[in-house]
């Protein structure tokens, strides 16, 4: 009788813990270590406080077209015409990701009339599968506003979940417990003691010594690359920096890359283990990136005001500068517009203390560092206008609004209807 009321009671607070999150996340991942996943799932399956729609991966979704035939096939017998445009294309659009990813969205859309968990379980079985890997991170993105993604996995998913967390799109729960630092599982009491700072130009400091000799940019931006997930798989990686060779080149090309990469710290920082590669254990590395993903879900959840704003300035103290400045490959470029965003919330939650605190001078200092981070935020270039007008300087917010109307015009673009009513109530 104990036993099966204290069960009750941890699944009531991890089933709470899940509610809370997915109010914020778009993506909620009962954790591998959690005791309940199973119980908690079940629940989610009962619940009549939303939509619910199960796909429990079989060993033959091994691809994206065996998993997105098989769930689309299952959850027809849970909603009728679920599927009916993805079933329709030719078997040659599974060679174009974006017009699957669209016509899936749109099949979610139309069966989602109300919230919405789509719930993927074993999911594990997918582990070997970069194109369905690949398939939900972009489908995290653009799922409809009313639905949110549930994963049951045995392992760690092999997705970009820093990332996707600096970006409030996923959370990672252990039963009732929101996981908000070592989000990998990284080694921190290995042999050799490395620092690396990715926010800025990109640093390593290994056992206190800087790292010089990289013999060229793709070694050291490939260990940046292998710290992005728990795992990566050589195909990952090969697609990710040459895409345009053919694999076997490709291939070639990453063994001469991550020799350097090995020469560079004189030890194997990748090892290969079961198919995938990893950071070396006997790495102990401390990165920048979860210090900083950690500060953001600090302030986002820390009960006492003092912690949050805490959080909030850690974060800002953390961001050096953009993800790996000065380089332009593409995965690079979506990791940056990742942690940006997470940077632009830290600074403008700082602002709305110190407006709290009446001092809009501090606040608008904080708004016009966002800016000069990220100038395409209208919400933000509404804060500054407003801020100029609070402190007197109405001259000042209407010089700002003409900049950013010239701005938007090089864009063939035109301020928003909420940012026009914004400077017109300022200039009257």
């Known amino acids: 009788m104990w036993y099966t009321m204290n069960l009750n009671n941890l699944v009531d607070r991890s089933f709470q813990a899940f509610v809370d999150q997915s109010a914020q996340a778009k993506l909620i991942l009962l954790h591998p270590r959690s005791r309940y996943r199973s119980v908690l799932t079940a629940r989610l399956i009962a619940s009549t406080d939303a939509q619910v729609y199960y796909y429990s991966l079989g060993p033959d979704d091994i691809d994206l077209q065996s998993f997105l035939t098989g769930m689309t096939h299952d959850l027809a017998g849970q909603h009728p015409t679920f599927g009916r445009h993805i079933n329709i294309l030719h078997p ?20 989602a009339d109300r919230p919405t968990y789509l719930i993927l379980d074993e999911y594990d079985r997918s582990d070997s599968a970069d194109d369905i890997q690949l398939f939900i991170e972009r489908l995290v993105g653009r799922l409809p506003d009313n639905v949110k993604l549930v994963i049951n996995s045995r392992t760690l998913p092999r997705l970009s979940w820093v990332s996707m967390i600096s970006q409030k799109r996923a959370a990672l729960l252990e039963d009732d417990l929101l996981i908000k630092q070592d989000f990998y599982g990284t080694e921190t009491t290995g042999k ?41 798989t050589r195909s990952e990686i090969c697609q990710a920096f040459w895409p345009e060779l053919a ?21 194997d920082v ?61 995965w690079i470029q979506d990791r940056r517009a990742d942690f940006r965003a997470g940077y632009l919330e830290a600074l403008s939650e700082m602002a709305y203390i110190r ?6 001078e501090h606040a608008l200092a904080l708004f016009q560092r966002a800016l000069a981070e990220d100038n395409s935020r209208e919400v933000i270039h509404r804060e500054v206008m407003q801020l100029y007008a609070r402190l007197g300087r109405r ?12 701005d938007l015009k090089r864009e063939n673009r035109k301020p928003s209807a909420e940012t026009q009513a914004a400077y017109e109530q300022i200039v009257s």
């Open 247 to 267: 694999m076997d080149q490709a291939v070639n090309v990453f063994h001469v890359t991550k020799r350097r990469l090995h020469k560079a710290l004189d030890l």
């Open 355 to 360: 407006l709290k605190e009446d001092r809009p």
């Open 192 to 232: 050799h003691k490395l620092e690396v700072f990715a926010l800025g130009p990109g640093t390593v400091i290994m056992n206190g010594a800087a790292i010089e000799s990289w013999e060229g940019h793709l070694p050291r931006l490939l260990f940046f690359f292998a710290l992005d997930r728990p795992i990566i």
């Open 92 to 111: 040659d659009s599974y060679h174009d990701p974006e017009l699957l990813l669209e016509t899936f969205v749109q099949d979610l859309s139309e069966v």
């Open 270 to 330: 990748l090892v290969h283990d079961g198919g995938y590669y990893r950071v070396n254990p006997d790495l102990a590395v401390h990165y920048d990136i979860m210090d900083f993903v950690t500060a953001l879900m600090d302030g986002r959840t820390a009960a006492d005001a003092k912690k949050r704003q805490a959080a909030w300035q850690r974060a800002i103290d953390i961001y050096r500068g953009p993800f790996l400045q000065g380089h332009t490959d593409q």
């Open 395 to 406: 001259s000042e917010a209407a010089a700002h609004y003409q900049r950013l109307v010239s």
